[in-house]
């Protein structure tokens, strides 16, 4: 049954050895096997039956099925550390934000560490309650819970220990319910004792009598305040960094296997695209199609710049930008975040200023050194009096020996 069953074998050890320990087990989580070979996760509630000699007989509980739980959990910590990434660059350029910035880090990286040792040690609330929302029974972890004993929360409704504006919730749910349909799971505040409001999360299943008439409602419930405040907190800094995004000058991309995620207005209107119309486009659609083996060459071996590019418009029209970049991992992604400028303006000036280098075109934009780097063997300037100085491509600077004026 060990290898059949569990994923990890030493679960079910462990959670045999918790049964003749305690004869009772709350909440027990395993990732275990489907008869197709796909695997879930589940929380195990049991009890051991035994003889009126102790001996035992068999285990008696529910099990609860958890993988979308512990899919979201997941979800939720690496979109965590995917943000905090992006908003930590980002801040980066505005000094203005760096302090805050901090402070936001320090409160979701504790959120993170509280959040984690709440799911991996928790002890799930269990109770009984008629529809009229009387309590039937308590398990141990709900009277600790709400520092109360268990007369004082039997034989009275749950109603006053959730705050008057979230008392409709579980109500609303309830009306939900059929024989159909017996489980609903739902949140909501609770009030402790000493005034402390918190959020909790349950899993109702409706009891019906033979007639389909409510008879009872048997709960399962556990406390999501640190996940509430990592929300809180998630949501303030994708607003930060979106903010950011939009203030800035320079387009801003993000992609994933090279394909757009998510842009600020600055890069949409840079193209000429409208931002819905981006999303969901490679990368290398932005670049002449001469140009696309080169990028991606950069995409492959994770170049961060900055470099030079030429940038295709949806109209076709090409102009040349600057582009710097961070790539993150999560497991097996990796999240590239791109901030492209536009340098139309200062090529403009470069040839201006350097005419003998204006005829190379594009040869010199795709070189680290955006100014003056040279893919050729050798290169030699002049112009007017001026004597020029031969170099190879492994000079970035151009280098120009200019007469004394007499």
Known sequence: MRQQLYVDPRCRDQFVALMQQHDRVSGFEAEGYRKDGSTLWVSINARAVRDENGKLLYFQGFILHITERKQAEKLLTEYNQILERQVADRTLELQQEIAERHQVEQALRQSEVQYRAMVEDQTELICRFLPSGILTYVNGTYCCYFEKQPDELIGHTFTPLIPEADQQIPLQNFAMLSEENPFVTYEHRVILPNG??????????????????????????????????????????ETRFRQLSRATFEAIAITEASNILD????????????????????????????????????????????????????????????????????????????????????????????????????????????????????????????????????????????????
């Not at 008879?215 to 907190?233: C, M, N, P, Y």
Request: net charge negative; hydrophobic share 35%.
């Open 196 to 237: 402390e409001v918190r959020w909790q999360q349950w899993t109702d299943r409706a009891i019906f009598d033979e007639q389909g008439q409510f008879i009872e409602f048997h709960a399962v419930g556990r406390d999501i305040t640190d996940r509430k405040r990592a929300e809180i907190a998630l949501q303030e800094s």
């Open 263 to 406: 842009t600020n207005q600055t890069f949409a209107r840079m193209f000429g695209y409208e931002p819905a119309e981006v999303i969901g486009m490679h990368a290398a659609s932005f670049v002449p199609e001469e140009y696309q083996e080169i990028v991606e060459q950069r995409l492959r071996f994770r170049d961060e710049g900055p470099y030079e590019c030429l940038c295709v418009r949806k109209d076709g029209t090409t102009f040349p930008a600057e582009v710097r970049a961070r790539f993150m991992t999560s497991g097996e992604r990796v999240i590239k975040i791109a901030a492209i400028r536009d340098i139309t303006e200062r090529k403009r000036i470069e040839e201006i200023n350097y005419p003998a280098a204006s005829g190379r075109g594009m040869q010199i934009v795709l070189l680290p050194n955006r100014r003056f780097g040279l893919q050729s063997d050798s290169f030699a300037a002049s112009s007017g009096e001026c004597t020029p100085i031969r170099f190879n491509r492994e000079i970035s600077i151009l280098l120009y020996s200019i007469p004394c004026q007499g």
